[in-house]
């Protein structure tokens, strides 16, 4: 099947015993048993949940991976990941990831005894100088949140497996309509499915998937036995999500471009963070190993004007901390999603004060040009 047509039929997409074209919700804790040990595939909802097994078998096909995990949440998913490792391992992290990725490795995982370096994974150079004799892994995002910086997947991929490492990759921003990032050689890949991939801002998820076996059966051993599981409805409305997933990753993208051209000639723009712009660092790359540069944009006022004042102003775009959704909205990293982040450490990655993020939903995209200029006359 092509990518479009997997998005609907692919995975278990309905139900053999009565014909439904929807896979129902099996609103269940537990599964009775014939005999002892004697069950129809199921035992317990933690350990496995037809709902939930539909949509681990999506993401698997979506991404070509051959098994899926979901999780009650993005970072939950990243907490199991994170649990393959052992005191002592150490991990290369992307220095642009999300805050709350940042919050746990930096408040929880390292009182677990792993430890870490921080690198701007657009460098391969700074990727090998920081791989050490005890690494096991790398962990990015590309593109990253909130900069949009683009790394060569490929290539770390060809680091990792020169040094017997591990390759992981969010690839929230970029879905799996874009970009599919086992295909070129990445171990494992993550999805927040709270964002594009559900849609419609009304469920929290975490995707898993790799093409790698034995990293497949401890994912699910650990799935399991930590229990960040999804629930069953919580599933069901994400494959729904899905199903849309390829013509409002169209319609984003279609809205974000006419943005961009928006703001690069704006006065009181002195930055603009996106991909599909020619100028910006990773475009080549991002050409090279995407299909589209997305619905994401951040962009910088200039220096002394108030960030604050100007999302505040808005009237159709929503300020909130969340993305990829069919609404536009609009935040603050420096405030919000990536407060958590120590400043000299933001500053540091280029999260300056005057940063704004915008997810361009699929509103008509001349409103959404009309109430940013709201923004700026404020300003």
């Known amino acids: 099947m092509r990518m479009k047509t997997t998005y609907i039929h692919g995975g278990i997409s309905h139900d053999e015993a009565t014909g439904s074209v929807n896979v129902p919700i099996h609103q269940t804790s537990t599964y009775k048993q014939d005999k002892v040990g004697v ?15 539909a949509l681990e078998a999506l993401i698997a096909d979506m991404e070509g991976g051959i098994r899926g995990f979901a999780f009650a949440s993005g970072s939950a998913g990243t907490h199991t990941i994170f649990s393959l490792f052992s005191k002592g391992d150490h991990i290369v992290v992307g220095d642009d990831v999300y805050g709350g990725t940042y919050r746990l490795i930096d408040k929880v995982l390292k009182r677990l005894g792993l430890t870490f370096t921080i690198v701007d994974t657009s460098s391969l150079e700074a990727i090998e100088g920081a ?64 964002k594009y991939l559900g849609g419609h801002s009304d469920v929290v998820a975490g995707l898993v998937t790799t093409n790698d076996k034995r990293l497949a059966e401890e994912l699910g051993f650990l799935q399991n036995a930590i229990g960040g599981i999804l629930g069953p409805q919580d599933s069901w409305i994400i494959q729904r999500g899905i199903k849309t997933l390829a013509i409002r990753m169209e319609a984003h993208e279609q809205n974000a471009l006419k943005i961009v051209e928006h703001l690069v000639q704006h006065p009181k723009v002195s930055k603009v963070y996106y991909p599909g712009l020619a100028s910006h660092p990773g475009h080549l790359t991002a050409k090279k190993q995407t299909t589209g540069f997305g619905g994401m944009v951040s962009f910088e006022l200039t220096e002394g004007l108030s960030a604050k004042t100007f999302v505040e102003k808005l009237s159709l775009i929503t300020l909130a901390e969340s993305l990829g959704a069919v609404e536009s909205l609009i935040e603050i990293p420096a405030l919000m999603t990536h407060g958590s982040i120590p400043k000299k450490q933001r500053l540091k990655s280029g999260i300056k004060d005057e940063l704004i993020r915008l997810s361009v939903g699929i509103e008509d995209v001349n409103d959404l040009i009309e109430d940013l200029e709201l923004g700026f006359t404020s300003v």
Request: hydrophobic share 35%; aromatic share 6%; proline share 6%.
């Open 39 to 53: 069950h129809k595939g199921y035992e317990y909802s933690r350990t496995g949940n037809p709902t939930r097994a």
């Open 131 to 194: 791989i050490q004799r005890d690494t096991k892994a790398i962990f990015l995002e590309t593109p990253t949140n909130p900069l949009l910086k683009i790394t060569d997947i490929q290539a770390v991929a060809e680091i990792s497996k020169k040094h017997k490492i591990i390759s992981i990759v969010d690839n929230t921003f970029a879905t799996p309509y874009h970009q599919n990032p086992l295909k070129l050689g990445a171990d494992i890949v993550l999805h927040s499915a709270s």
